[in-house]
């Protein structure tokens, strides 16, 4: 089955910076890959996803870029704000394609002031 | 809508009891999941639904039984509970892409379940 690994685990960044998060995957058969962002207390929600017929894809201040030679995707805030700070998680699918996910062990995002 | 709903949002348990997590969707969602959210782990599959009838083992599936008799209800039972099953848990929907990709998974608000 697919193996998710994220980097870093803790992230810092001053305000108006950017951030960026990295996961990489095992399984070259997998091509949805979606991004959660999780507010303490809260439950995960989407905000970014992309499939593997495209290289990039951008959303406001937020874009995830994917490389699937070497099975990597990452995303990118820029101008960053303080509600920008949460939990970050990317996933992949367990086994192939669909909604059955493996999630990557999380990001905490910190944007100082 | 109501989207996700899981009840009860909080549940202590003493080791060996048994108990049935719940999971509605009003989405009309083919898939279903369930996951455990431990810290530092992220969120582990336990198990999973391609529609009504039809369940299949996650990542973390031992100590945890399923059933989907519908399309909207996921329950989630713990037989014989564990203090290693102190956990947050999420149930959560989605539906099937065309192309067979994978789409947006919907949350509910979450269990905070605690084994003593």
């Known amino acids: 089955g697919e193996n998710v690994e994220q980097h870093p685990s803790t992230l810092s960044v001053q305000e108006g910076d950017s951030a960026v998060i990295k996961c990489t995957y095992s399984d070259s058969a997998s091509n949805y890959f979606p991004w959660y962002k999780q507010e303490l207390g809260k439950r995960p929600q989407l905000i970014i996803d992309i499939r593997s017929n495209v290289g990039e894809k951008k959303d406001q201040r937020i874009a995830v870029t994917l490389n699937k030679t070497a099975k990597h995707f990452s995303l990118h805030i820029t101008e960053t704000q303080p509600e920008d700070s949460a939990v970050y998680f990317c996933?992949?699918?367990?086994?192939?394609?669909?909604?059955?996910?493996?999630f990557g062990t999380g990001t905490q995002l910190k944007v100082e002031l | 809508n109501a989207g996700v709903t899981q009840t009860p949002k909080f549940q202590v348990l003493k080791t060996g009891q048994s108990m049935t997590l719940q999971c509605a969707q009003d989405m009309n969602h083919e898939y279903m999941s369930w996951y455990r959210q431990d810290p530092g782990m992220g969120l582990r599959l336990i198990h999973y639904s391609v529609g009504a009838g039809i369940t299949d083992q996650g990542e973390v599936p031992n100590g945890y039984n399923v059933s989907r008799s519908t399309t909207e209800d996921f329950p989630l039972r713990l037989l014989s509970a564990a203090p290693s099953q102190t956990s947050v848990y999420f149930c959560a929907s989605s539906y099937r892409h065309q192309g067979g990709s994978g789409t947006e998974a919907f949350f509910g608000q979450g269990t905070r379940l605690t084994v003593v």
């Open positions: 996933a992949a699918p367990l086994t192939g394609g669909g909604n059955k996910l493996t």
